[in-house]
């Protein structure tokens, strides 16, 4: 990322930043709710065509290809995914089939996922009866079933109980050890320690 520079009207969100993330590196993203994060974020995976400034994948220029970017990059976005109408084992294996996996590895990642999550009592459960916390491991675990090569996570921690939430830095770091090039978005300093390698 070089130069990024995104405004609305008179406010500038991003303005002119660069940063490198390498393959493997989890990189913490740490602010102040408004400080122009998630824009950021929404940027490098193609939903907002930034006003100057170059983003580069490997050979992929994302902003001159969003597509490319949609396809390179997995997001779970601050807010909860809409599973409302589906099992917790189906919403994973949804995702993870849109994204390209077959239907065995999906499958393996999935139950991996649901095991290391400690949510396997709620896997048959329907999205719409989840607690918010569980939601939102179940949305980690269909961003994650099959990764791209960079996996922006937005407050990934939000409602997640204690347990769980160190449960879940763990997969964090367990994507950077695959090689997983991994932008974590938050405020909470303390918990981005636990898993990054920059902030």
């Known amino acids: 990322m070089q130069g990024l520079t995104k405004a609305f ?4 969100a991003n303005d002119g930043i660069s940063l490198t993330v390498e393959p493997g590196e989890v990189y913490g993203l740490l602010g102040p709710n408004g400080a122009g994060k998630s824009t950021l974020v929404k940027q490098v995976i193609g939903l907002l065509a930034p006003d100057a400034g170059a983003i580069t994948l490997g050979p992929h220029d994302l902003v001159a290809d969003p597509d490319a970017a949609r396809q390179l990059c997995s997001y779970l976005p601050q807010a909860q995914m809409p599973i409302a109408s589906f099992r917790a084992r189906e919403a994973i294996d949804i995702t993870g089939r849109i994204r390209g996996g077959d239907r065995a590895t999906v499958a393996r990642r999935r ?11 709620w896997r048959d459960t329907m999205g719409a ?6 939601r939102r491991l179940v949305g980690f675990a269909m961003v994650t079933a099959c990764p791209g090569r960079v996996v922006v996570l937005d407050e990934p921690t939000n409602d997640v109980d204690p347990l769980r939430r160190r449960l879940l830095w ?6 950077g050890d695959a090689g997983v090039a991994v932008l974590l978005v938050t405020h909470n300093v303390m918990e981005a320690e636990k898993a990054v390698d920059r902030l």
């Open 9 to 12: 009207k008179e406010v500038r």
């Open 111 to 121: 139950d991996e996922l649901i095991a290391a999550l400690d949510i396997g009592e």
């Open 129 to 134: 009866k989840l607690s918010g916390g569980v």
């Open 170 to 175: 763990q997969e964090v770091r367990r994507l």
